[in-house]
């Protein structure tokens, strides 16, 4: 069985890319960090998804020899010119304080109406594999950003994120619906003819 290295120790992240690829590639064993030897992770210097994504990809295989897929992704709010961005997960200046990282948008955007409240929530995926071959797709889940947290379900800024055509957040959605619309669900889903390409021949 051909074995896939998805470069995370989010098992959410990782049971997402299980379910999907269990019946769309058969035969490709998808591993997280948990399930190999550790190994020094490189600081996200990137200046974009694309390059945060590439980068933790690229070191997973240097350090495992296993074909590896990554991903970046955060929040870009029209009204603050796309800000958080890559810096969404540290945007309070603590990385992956969720409240406080939301409290800070939240107060960021208390003057902004709400016709100017729209954001996105972007996903780039990288596969790399260990000859060198490098894919990599972004995808973006349009909405706005509400005024007061709602729901339980999800991380990050889920609760204070309203997406298009929807009247529950991003947390308010259980983890199927969630993974049938969300940023990194249709990344993830993208990226699956890749796999299948390149792993599953």
Known sequence: MTQLLLATRNAGKLAELQRLLATAVPGVEVLGLR?????????????TFEENALLKAREAVRYTGLPSVADDSGIAVDALN?????????????????????????????????????????CAAALVLPDGTERVLRREWRGV????????????YDPVFLPDGLDRTSAELDAAEKDAVSHRGQAFAALLPVVQELLGG
């Open 82 to 122: 796309g800000m958080p961005g890559i810096l969404s997960a540290r945007w309070s200046g603590r990385h992956g304080d969720d409240p406080a990282n939301t409290a800070l948008l939240l107060g960021q955007l208390a003057d902004v109406p709400d016709d100017r409240r729209g954001a996105g929530f972007v």
């Open 145 to 156: 950003v509400v005024h007061e947290p709602r729901g339980t379900n999800g991380f990050g």
């Open 35 to 47: 399930d190999v030897p550790e190994y020094p992770e490189a600081p996200e210097t990137g200046a």
